[in-house]
């Protein structure tokens, strides 16, 4: 029996995905769960949801959109994936794991003042039986 063109790219980009330094990918196989994205990965940090199409043709459902765009709402990145844009989408990817681009710096926190540190460190008696 030969395999589905979808079953061929999700093969491929989680082969791509999973050579990348910084980086976790698994395929997800929600039947029950309509909408879930196809592969998740987290790259340097930064959750990645991939839905995978078989060609330009085809289209992610509303539903599909509905939780990229969650995704995305939650600061994740969301891309819908076909055989002939997933050079470009890895290429974009493999810049975020190489370079560790996709987290900023944290900022220094800054020093609390000696009242605020005196009052962390008092101790508050606990209050009734546990």
């Given at each position: 029996?030969?395999?589905?063109p979808?079953?061929?790219?999700?093969?491929?980009?989680?082969?791509?995905?999973?050579q990348?330094?910084?980086?976790?990918?698994?395929k997800?196989?929600?039947?029950?769960?309509?909408?879930?994205?196809?592969?998740?990965?987290?790259?340097?940090?930064?959750?990645?949801?991939?839905?995978?199409?078989?060609?330009?043709?085809?289209?992610?459902?509303?539903?599909?959109?509905?939780?990229?765009?969650k995704?995305?709402?939650?600061?994740?990145?969301?891309?819908?994936?076909?055989?002939?844009n997933?050079?470009s989408?890895?290429?974009?990817?493999?810049?975020?794991?190489?370079?560790?681009?996709?987290?900023?710096?944290?900022?220094?926190?800054?020093?609390?003042?000696?009242?605020?540190?005196?009052?962390?460190?008092?101790?508050?008696?606990?209050?009734?039986?546990?």
């Amino acid at each position: 029996m030969a395999r589905q063109p979808e079953s061929i790219l999700k093969e491929k980009v989680l082969a791509d995905l999973r050579q990348l330094p910084n980086s976790y990918a698994t395929k997800i196989q929600q039947v029950a769960i309509r909408g879930t994205p196809d592969i998740l990965a987290c790259i340097v940090g930064r959750f990645i949801a991939l839905e995978l199409k078989r060609d330009d043709k085809q289209k992610a459902e509303p539903l599909q959109l509905h939780e990229l765009n969650k995704v995305e709402g939650a600061g994740g990145i969301a891309l819908v994936v076909t055989p002939l844009n997933w050079q470009s989408i890895y290429d974009t990817l493999a810049k975020m794991a190489y370079l560790a681009i996709a987290v900023p710096k944290r900022k220094k926190r800054k020093k609390k003042s000696p009242q605020l540190a005196k009052k962390a460190q008092k101790k508050v008696p606990p209050k009734g039986d546990f």
